[in-house]
C-alpha cells in the first residue's frame, strides 16, 4: 500500500498527461505531491523526508516548467532526484558510521559491512545511471514515450533492481523463528 501511496503523484501525473498536456500533467502532479505530503503529515504527526525533497524539487522544477512553459524543466527531476539519492548513499560512506542501507534495512538483515559497502555502491550506480537513463529517454524521444517510460520503464527498471537485490541479500536475511537456534 505504500508503494503506491508513494507512487501516487507519478500515476497522476501521468493520467493527466495522457487527459491533457504536460503542462496540466505537472500541475496535478504538483498538487498531488502537496496533498501526498500534507496527509502523511496529518496522519503521522511527522513528514517523511523522500516526500519533502520530492516535493521541493517538484515544486521547483514543475514550477519552472508552468512559469516558463518549457517542459525540459520537469523531465529533469528525475534525474536530479536519483542523484540526489546516489549522493545520499554515497555521503552514508563517511557520515554515520554505517551505509545508509544498512541503516534502513539492518533491522531485518545480518551482513557482513563489505556486503553492505557493496550493496551501497549497487545503489549508488543504481541511482546514477537512472538519472543518465531518464535524461537520454528526455532529450532521444518524443515527450510521449518520456511520460511512458517515467511510469512504466523506471518503475520496472526500479522494480528489477529491487528483486536483484533482494536476491543477493537472501542469504542474510534473520529469521526469527531460528534465531536462537545453534
Do not use: C
Not at 23 to 29: F, S
Not at 141 to 149: A, I, L, M, R, Y
Amino acid at each position: 500500500m505504500k508503494f503506491l501511496y508513494d507512487f501516487f503523484p507519478i500515476l497522476l501525473f501521468f493520467i493527466a498527461y495522457k487527459l491533457g498536456d504536460i503542462y496540466v500533467a505537472t500541475g496535478v502532479a504538483i498538487a498531488a505531491a502537496a496533498v501526498q505530503t500534507a496527509v502523511f503529515w496529518l496522519r503521522h504527526r511527522r513528514f517523511e523526508k523522500m516526500h519533502l525533497v520530492t516535493f521541493g524539487l517538484l515544486l521547483f522544477f514543475g514550477g519552472m516548467t508552468l512559469a516558463l512553459r518549457d517542459p525540459v524543466f520537469i523531465m529533469w527531476k528525475p534525474s536530479v532526484v536519483n542523484w540526489l539519492f546516489a549522493a545520499v548513499f554515497l555521503g552514508s560512506h563517511w557520515i554515520g558510521g554505517k551505509p545508509i542501507i544498512e541503516r534502513m534495512m539492518g533491522h531485518a538483515v545480518r551482513a557482513p559491512h563489505g556486503v553492505w559497502l557493496r550493496l551501497s555502491w549497487m545503489w549508488i550506480g543504481f541511482f546514477v545511471f537512472a538519472g543518465l537513463l531518464n535524461l537520454y529517454v528526455a532529450y532521444s524521444f518524443s515527450e510521449e514515450t518520456w511520460v511512458n517510460f517515467k511510469l512504466f520503464g523506471m518503475l520496472g527498471l526500479t522494480f528489477a533492481f529491487v528483486i536483484a537485490q533482494g536476491v543477493y541479500m537472501s542469504r542474510y536475511v534473520i529469521d526469527e523463528r531460528t534465531e536462537g537456534e545453534p
